[in-house]
């Protein structure tokens, strides 16, 4: 049996470190070769390093990119399809989070979350499209955009309004995408995972969600960083956080069913449920 992704040409944005690091590996097991962007240049790389000696040389390259900046998304997509001939699969997969109460949130952070969440989203799809369209109109089959949301994504999140808000907001944009790019046989879904405990987007002293939401007072009674963990793995039907290969799971699923795009797969354990 052959790999889920065999030769398939991927981009995922915000692959140096955590959750983006963990499904360029899971792609490149399958079979893709994985296109790792990041602000983190020199992160990229050796991700890209990494996979390759993995893999096989040539599984994997690392690109600075400031997803935020439309110039240099415009290139990263050019360079990719100059190098690899094409472009099968956007994961855009680049976020942060910047969680507070109406009164701690500073403005600055809340126009961050969504310039990175929200704008870099539509600016990836902007130009991931225009190689897309290309290469579809030269031969047979679809090519895939998936964007990595968030269960906060599918319900609100108190005291996490800026991310939420910016997750609500991707999925417009991916029913709208979706929309616009079926002629062109581009797929456009996203992943809503919950609770990815491991990586730094939670367990980073300082801006991680534990730090924070102990901070912002969001957990009743939490004295400490496990306190948090704790109370956050209760509320999980599956006992447990997600990791990268459950959410690669669902990327394979998305980019393997052909008749589903505009959709938002939860993969959180049964905490959500769509209805």
Partial sequence: MGHRLENK?????????GFGLGLAEEMAAQGAIAHIADINGEGAQQAAEQINKRFGNGRAAGHQVDVTNEAQVKN???????ESGGLDILVSNAGIVRSGGLSQLDPADFELVTRVNYTAYY???????EVMKRQNGAR????????VNSKSGLLGSDRNFAYAGSKFGG?????????????????VNSVCPGNFLEGPLWRDPENGLFAQYLRAGKVPGAQTIEDV?????AKVPMGRGCTARDVALAI?????????TGQALPVTGGQVMLR
Avoid: N
């Avoid at 417009?172 to 079926?182: K, N, R, Y």
């Fill in 9 to 17: 040409i991927a981009v995922i944005t915000g692959g140096a470190q």
């Fill in 140 to 147: 047979p089959g679809w090519t895939d955009i998936i964007q």
């Fill in 252 to 260: 394979f699923y998305l980019v393997e069913q052909q008749y589903e």
């Fill in 76 to 82: 990263l997509m050019e360079v990719v399809e100059r």
């Fill in 171 to 187: 999925l417009g944009l991916t029913q709208s995408f979706a929309l616009e790019l079926a002629p062109h046989r581009i797929k």
């Fill in 229 to 233: 963990q704790k109370a956050y793995e």
């Fill in 123 to 129: 600016l990836c799809v902007k130009y991931a499209a």
